[in-house]
């Protein structure tokens, strides 16, 4: 089977940038995070091998109190996720002898495929541990990128101890998902082409989802840096809401068991050690959907704006859809590395419930 990620239609309005250099920015000072100034190395350097996504807008999408509703299309980067941004600056930080060795990573399948391609593009190759549940679409899009997967139990912590094991075994370097340092920074860069998308008109709130925390986190960092009135609005399905249950505890709660969430592409059961403080920090709410939700918002989004993105992708949609928020708001399109047969499977199993 292969990988979807259909092109926006021509009703669509892309939402240009300004022509501002990353060099050019004036980001604010006062409230400078030490990630501020790897975020920004991360920009400069993505700027150069990497395109950047486009902001979209589909009148017909708006919040239940009129606010028009943005979508950030990730699912337009290579790979198909926002996921190569982070593998792509991570393995470029890395120094020719690390890179000779290798890579490990482990993914339910979007950063596998972002790993193995960054890998194989700066001269590396990658071992991904994934789970046994992952979709098969996701296993053979990694494995045609030169990746080399491993399978193992359907848990985030027994990706993450097998993928330990190799890479002390074999010599080889960790790429984590999200808790990690240069792949938050990499995931950052969204907000540096936010900022030159909107110009001089930002939006009220940025909607994100969230899984181990690290694309949020980099987004709510370099957002609060530069326009720290829009807000950060984290966003977790229902069945895998362990974000939600450690920010409003104060400490990182886990999930007791695999999440059953058609959102695959975020089914972890804790957030990073390094993820959390920042959006403690950074984030001003999270918010939990449905998979009633999760679902209609794809569909929905596939059909009046004809763009296809995976579960996970329309989390963030999905929190925005159903928002009393006035004005503006974006919402991260974080994915869409989606089958057309698992859609119309999702869209026969929810249809008569959206």
């Not at 080399?148 to 097998?162: G, H, P």
Request: glycine fraction near 8%; charged fraction near 25%.
């Amino acid at each position: 089977m292969r990988l979807t990620t259909r092109r926006p239609c021509s009703s669509l309005t892309v939402i240009k940038r300004e022509n501002n250099s990353v060099n050019e920015w004036t980001w604010r000072k006062t409230l400078k995070h030490p990630l501020m100034t790897n975020i920004e190395a991360a920009a400069t350097r993505l700027a150069s091998c990497l395109p950047q996504s486009p902001l979209l807008c589909c009148e017909r999408l708006r919040t239940r109190a009129g606010g028009r509703i943005l979508l950030k299309a990730e699912n337009q980067m290579p790979t198909g996720s926002f996921k190569i941004r982070g593998a792509t600056w991570r393995l470029s930080r890395m120094n020719e002898s690390d890179r000779l060795a290798g890579v490990v990573a482990y993914s339910t399948g979007n950063h596998a495929q972002a790993v193995a391609k960054a890998a194989r593009d700066s001269g590396s190759n990658a071992i991904v541990v994934m789970s046994l549940d992952t979709c098969p679409a996701k296993i053979d899009a990694t494995k045609k990128l030169g990746g080399v997967v491993v399978l193992t139990e359907c848990t985030s912590s027994a990706r993450k101890e097998l993928a330990e094991q190799i890479a002390r075994e074999q010599a080889r370097v960790l790429v984590p998902p999200y808790d990690d340092d240069d792949v938050i920074a990499g995931q950052g860069t969204i907000a540096c082409e936010l900022v030159q998308q909107w110009r001089a008109h930002p939006p009220r709130a940025i909607f994100v989802p969230i899984g181990g925390g690290g694309l949020i986190a980099g987004v709510s960092v370099a957002i609060k840096h530069v326009a720290p009135r829009v807000k950060i609005v984290g966003v977790e399905p229902e069945l895998e809401d362990d974000a939600y249950r450690s920010l409003r505890g104060g400490k990182i709660v886990e999930g007791s068991h695999a999440s059953e969430s058609i959102a695959d592409a975020i089914k972890v059961q804790r957030v990073g050690a390094i993820t959390f403080p920042l959006m403690q920090r950074f984030v001003d709410d999270v918010v939990r959907v449905s998979e009633v939700e999760i679902a209609t918002a794809m569909i929905r989004i596939e059909r009046e704006a004809q763009l296809l993105l995976e579960p996970s992708g329309a989390v963030a949609a999905a929190a925005a859809l159903k928002s009393r928020w006035r004005g503006d708001i974006v919402a991260l399109a974080s994915g869409g590395n989606v089958t057309m047969q698992r859609f119309w499977a999702l869209q026969k199993q929810f249809a008569h419930l959206s």
